[in-house]
Structures are given as C-alpha cells and as structure tokens.
C-alpha cells in the first residue's frame, strides 16, 4: 500500500524544482570564438545585473564595462569595454536579433540608432554576422515595428548558426594515421619470362 503521507511534501519541492530548472536554463552558455581561434568564451556572463547596462528598447539592453554619458537625460552615449547586446525573446519579432556583442558602441535613443564597432558580432535569426576587420561597424535603426542592421566594412555570415570558426583562425584538425594503399595486384596469368 502507498504511503500518501509524502505528498505534502513533494507539492511543497515542486516550485523549488521549477524554479532552479528555469534557473539553469536561463544559464544556457552561448560560446564564441576567440580570436586565437582555439578557444571559446561564454557570452552569458557578459549579462550581469551588476554590470552598468542602458535599456535600449522595449526588452532590449546593453551591458557593458563603461557606459559615458553625453547629454544630462542620459539618451546618447558610448559604451567601452565588453559590449553586450541582449534581446529577450518578446523583443526579437521586431529586432530579428537575438544578440550581440562588440568592443565599443555608441548609441542615440532619441533618434533610436545604435552602432557596434571593435570586431562586433550579432546573432540573427538562422545566420551569424561576425565583422572580419577592425574598422567594421554594425548599425542598428528601430523605427517603427522593425529594427534594419546596416553593416559597413567586411563581414562573415555563417548560416548554419554551429558556433563558426571567426575568418583567419587556425581550423581544428583530428590527427589521422595515414593509411597505406594497397598493393597492385598483378593480373593472373602465366609468369612473365616463362613458356
């Protein structure tokens, strides 16, 4: 017979249960390549509450080291250091990107413009933007329902969206034992030199 006395408590666990599985997949890393093209790092920690973030749009957020100001009402300015972009899924049917980051961006809320520079990188949907020089630039327009990239310099698009190797980087390559061809065989027949 059952012993209905756990139930209780398992009803009990059951938020804490949801509550950390929708924790670890909040956590889900999202690696890009380095620049030595050997290893990966993980974008999720550049996303911390502690790190100075401006709210771009409506589900939209920019996380970065520094954050400058240019005018008192806080709508322009730069950011320096790592940049990340963020866009939550309620806000990616409008900015068709899901996020991106880059060494600097300067943005302007009011005339809703932002620009990424420094190798940026935005992930879209089905495909990877990745700037291939130092001088590329990616700007981002929100007016109205939906957000326009414009790129300007060279740039990489992988659609596959499998964690592309950035252009320039050494490819992993398994070591492999060379295998040895078989020999010729000879055609049967009678030897050669003999009647």
Same mark, same amino acid.
């Given at each position: 017979?059952?012993?209905f006395r756990l139930?209780?408590h398992?009803?009990r666990?059951l938020?804490l249960a949801?509550?950390l599985?929708?924790?670890?997949?909040?956590?889900?890393?999202?690696?890009?390549w380095?620049?030595?093209g050997?290893?990966?790092?993980?974008? %999720? !920690?550049?996303? /911390?509450?502690?790190?100075?973030s401006?709210?771009?749009d409506r589900?939209?957020?920019l996380y *970065? $080291? #520094?954050?400058?100001y240019t005018?008192?009402?806080?709508?322009?300015g730069e950011?320096?250091? %790592? !940049?990340?972009l /963020?866009v939550?899924?309620s806000?990616?049917?409008?900015?068709?990107?899901e996020?991106?980051? *880059? $060494? #600097?961006?300067?943005f302007?809320l009011?005339?809703?413009?932002?620009m990424?520079?420094g190798?940026?990188?935005l992930?879209?949907?089905?495909?990877t933007?990745?700037?291939t020089r130092?001088?590329t630039?990616?700007h981002?327009?929100w007016?109205?329902r939906?957000?326009?990239?414009h790129?300007?310099g060279?740039?990489?698009?992988d659609?596959?969206r499998s964690n592309?190797i950035?252009?320039g980087a050494l490819?992993v390559?398994?070591?492999t034992?060379p295998?040895?061809?078989?020999d010729a065989q000879?055609p049967?027949?009678?030897p050669?030199?003999k009647?």
């Open positions: 017979m059952p012993d139930f209780p398992l009803v666990l938020p949801s509550v599985l929708l924790l670890n997949a909040c956590r889900t890393p999202e690696p890009i380095n620049d030595d050997r290893t990966m790092t993980d974008l %999720r !920690v550049l996303r /911390d509450r502690n790190r100075p401006v709210e771009i589900g939209v957020k *970065a $080291d #520094r954050i400058n005018d008192k009402r806080r709508r322009t950011a320096q250091g %790592r !940049v990340f /963020d939550e899924p806000a990616r049917y409008k900015w068709m990107v996020h991106g980051h *880059a $060494d #600097r961006a300067t302007d009011q005339a809703s413009e932002l990424l520079a190798r940026p990188m992930e879209r949907q089905e495909m933007m990745i700037a130092d001088y630039t990616m981002l327009q007016y109205g939906t957000a326009q990239v790129v300007k060279p740039t990489w698009t659609f596959a592309p950035p252009p490819p390559v398994a070591h034992v295998v040895r061809a078989p000879m049967a027949g009678p050669v030199g009647k």
